[in-house]
């Protein structure tokens, strides 16, 4: 790294943006010289304190900080309240600017009847990436919520099936996208190689494979035998019929 | 001049004597000459076995297509009608592994595809070749990263490699030729089974040489800092969540 301005660049990087003097993450949100959205006031008017800040970007994209507990509760009444309606889920994924900074959860609402978008962010501490999963509320998130399980390890409780979904399913290696992730992982070529070798892709089934197997009586394979699968809820699939 | 079993030997002699006047002293192709095949009179050809046997196998090798990524685009360019593989004897992309003796490996393989690429080579029957075509699916390209096989000749062996990103139809088509002229030289009768030496689940090196040969090269020494392998100190986070 013998440049000096690629190494500032990449320090940088690794620092993320910076945040204002004296801001804090619990700082108040800024007073209203911002382009008004219906739908943060009626927020505010729910849920108080459990409105952490309100931010916009690129002229009018609105976007909202709210706490990791009464994330579900939030979530839902912006699905479910008459006068927002936020009835699809554009994306979940996560950011990670490194250097020990919270990660971000952004959940990107979009309204059809009302033609409104919305940026919920969660910001998660490292040590304890756990949010409640809205899997029940967008069906959406399934395989969304999966994938920033896989990249980041931020938990969802109260998902049905969280395995990887992008990555095999013995990587041992961590969370590709945080930002403490080494470029080409963290065994040996030879090591990987091995790993993705004695991987046996039939192995692994869904959970409603599994459902279906217990119902038909076949044997599970033994590396899935062990705990019952990966994420088999003890109260057995939904959507697979009455049990 | 027709095969008269009743005509006279010495007739015979002077018409062809007089057929070769006729013609400057060059052989005429009759169909006596050409041992009856049109006569339906009994013939043979002396050769070699092997000569035959690779001339059957040379010009009717029926690809495996293995396409993962854009050289597959460049793969289709060549089976198609302006390039037209079928003039050398590839009249039919085999998308079976059991009726194929020629993979071609087109694009990235990723770790999770490795044991899928692993297997379909198994499936195929022998004889079989393989081409690594462009440079991912040779090296790993520019994807130096955690998920990504440096090069398919770590999980099965490769005959010919194409470079190129991605190659044009012109290369795949030399690699091919390539492919034909080595069945040309080899001796069937003398390798009657081809040597198989892959191990169940493990690499085609020895995990020393297989380090050795990914290690990076070049600039990519320099992409980034906490490249590399455990050693390099690479921070792990002590509660990164394993899976």
Redesign the interface.
């Known amino acids: 790294m013998t440049d000096p301005n690629f190494k500032k660049g990449l320090d940088a990087l690794d620092q993320g943006p910076a945040r204002a003097a004296g801001e804090t993450v619990e700082s108040p949100p800024p007073a209203g010289d911002l382009p008004p959205h219906p739908t943060v006031d009626a927020l505010r008017d729910t849920f108080g304190e459990a409105i952490l800040r309100h931010e916009v970007v690129s002229g009018d994209e609105h976007i909202v900080y709210i706490g990791p507990e009464r994330n579900l509760e939030i979530l839902r009444w912006l699905r479910d309240n008459p006068g927002e309606r936020y009835d699809m889920l554009r994306d979940v994924t996560a950011i990670d600017y490194g250097n020990g900074a919270f990660l971000q959860l952004v959940y990107e609402l979009w309204s059809i009847p009302n033609r409104r978008q919305l940026r919920i962010k969660i910001e998660l501490p490292l040590d304890r990436l756990e949010v409640d999963s809205v899997y029940y509320v967008w069906r959406a998130s399934d395989w969304l919520e999966r994938e920033t399980f896989d990249m980041f390890g931020i938990v969802f409780r109260g998902h049905p099936d969280l395995r990887r979904i992008l990555m095999p399913y013995n990587y041992a290696e961590g969370h590709p996208l945080r930002k403490d992730f080494p470029l080409r992982g963290r065994f040996t070529r030879a090591e990987q190689t091995r790993r993705s070798l004695s991987l046996k892709t039939e192995d692994h089934y869904s959970p409603y494979e599994v459902e279906l197997a217990k119902r038909l009586g076949q044997p599970l394979p033994s590396v899935m035998a062990d705990d019952g699968g990966p994420g088999v809820p003890e109260s057995g699939m939904p959507g697979i019929g009455a049990q | 001049m027709g095969l008269n079993p009743d005509e006279p030997d010495e007739t015979r002699r002077d018409a062809h004597v007089a057929e070769m006047k006729e013609s400057g002293g060059l052989p005429v192709r009759t169909a006596e000459a050409q041992g009856g095949i049109f006569s339906g009179a009994p013939g043979f050809l002396t050769t070699r076995l092997d000569t035959v046997v690779n001339w059957a196998r040379e010009n009717s090798l029926w690809p495996m297509p293995f396409g993962t990524a854009c050289c597959a685009i460049e793969m289709m360019a060549t089976a198609a009608s302006r390039y037209d593989l079928a003039r050398f004897g590839m009249e039919r992309m085999s998308f079976s592994p059991r009726q194929a003796d020629l993979l071609i490996c087109a694009g990235r393989v990723s770790?999770?595809m490795?044991?899928?690429l692993?297997r379909i080579w198994e499936q195929m029957p022998q004889p079989k070749w393989s081409i690594s075509m462009g440079a991912c699916a040779s090296s790993g390209g520019v994807f130096?990263?955690?998920?990504m096989?440096?090069g398919i000749d770590?999980?099965i062996p490769v005959d010919v490699y194409v470079p190129g990103c991605p190659p044009r139809p012109e290369g795949l088509m030399y690699g091919i030729l390539m492919i034909q002229e080595k069945i040309r030289r080899a001796s069937p009768t003398a390798d009657w089974v081809a040597d198989e030496s892959l191990i169940e689940?493990?690499?085609t090196?020895p995990?020393?040489h297989?380090?050795l040969v990914?290690?990076?090269f070049g600039n990519s020494t320099?992409?980034?800092?906490?490249?590399?392998?455990?050693s390099?100190g690479?921070?792990?986070?002590p509660?990164?969540?394993?899976?």
């Open positions: 770790y999770k490795a044991p899928v692993r130096d990263v955690y998920s096989v440096q770590t999980i689940g493990l690499p090196l995990a020393q297989l380090d990914t290690s990076p320099q992409q980034n800092r906490s490249s590399g392998l455990v390099s690479a921070i792990v986070r509660n990164d969540r394993q899976p």
